[in-house]
């Protein structure tokens, strides 16, 4: 069974600070994905991550994937108070997406 | 294109009553997949289809969950008889066959059994 981990569950983070959000998954997999979710709202297409080495950018996100270790990380850099969200990652194994737990991330001004 | 369509948005109902959601998906996508989101189990896939064909329901809870795509352009969950543990958001998103492609999520349903 495929398991995927996530932390931390909780961050808060003042603006302007960098951190990195982590995902370890337990089997091998197709692909990676990343969706933002804000409170009572749908989960929002960050980045899809293909192959290992893949490494996309968006604003101030950045997602990386080392299939290797099974692990993906989402990092954030000079974090201002629109992130503020929960932040899933996902891991499709035949079509099928297995979420992580989510990561709830505050940014404080 | 409006993206995936939900309805209703919003369903509240008493325990044993039947209770049908309803999803459109983008057109020319050919998956289509039922999510439900709680806050002790998280996201959770329920069941999908590609091009119509139901192929893998193993995450539907119970036989009270039944899943239909008539269509490429319509799909129902349907909860009969519901109960309270079933409260929960069902998302419904579609994807294109593609090594690249997404799943877009719908707006939800955010289901209340009293």
């Known amino acids: 069974e495929l398991k995927v981990e996530q932390n931390p569950l909780f961050l808060s983070m003042q603006e302007g600070k960098n951190y990195t959000i982590y995902c370890n998954y337990s089997?091998?997999?197709?692909?990676l994905y990343w969706y933002r979710q804000d409170p009572g709202k749908s989960l929002e297409s960050l980045f899809v991550?293909?192959?290992?080495?893949a490494v996309k950018q968006e604003g101030r996100l950045m997602a990386s994937l080392d299939t290797k270790a099974r692990l993906s990380t989402l990092h954030i850099t000079a974090a201002v108070h629109d992130l503020s969200a929960t932040y899933f990652c996902?891991?499709?194994?035949?079509?099928?997406?297995?979420f992580g737990t989510g990561t709830r991330l505050t940014i404080i001004p | 294109d409006a993206g995936v369509i939900q309805s209703p948005r919003h369903e509240v109902t008493e325990m044993g009553q039947e209770v049908t959601l309803r999803c459109k998906p983008i057109?020319?996508?050919?998956?289509l997949f039922w999510y439900r989101q709680t806050m002790m189990r998280g996201l959770e896939l329920l069941i999908y289809?590609?091009?119509?064909?139901?192929?893998?329901d193993s995450g539907m809870p119970e036989d009270r969950f039944s899943a239909k795509m008539p269509n490429a352009s319509f799909s129902t969950l349907k909860i009969q008889p519901s109960e309270p543990r079933d409260s929960a958001v069902y998302f419904c998103?579609?994807?294109?066959?593609?090594?690249?492609?997404?799943?877009?999520f719908g707006p939800g349903t955010r289901l209340l059994v009293l």
């Open positions: 998103a579609s994807r294109r066959t593609s090594g690249s492609e997404t799943q877009y």
């Open positions: 089997t091998t997999s197709d692909r």
């Open positions: 991550l293909l192959s290992n080495g």
């Open positions: 996902a891991v499709e194994n035949n079509e099928k997406l297995t």
């Open positions: 057109s020319g996508h050919d998956y």
């Open positions: 289809f590609n091009n119509n064909v139901p192929i893998d």
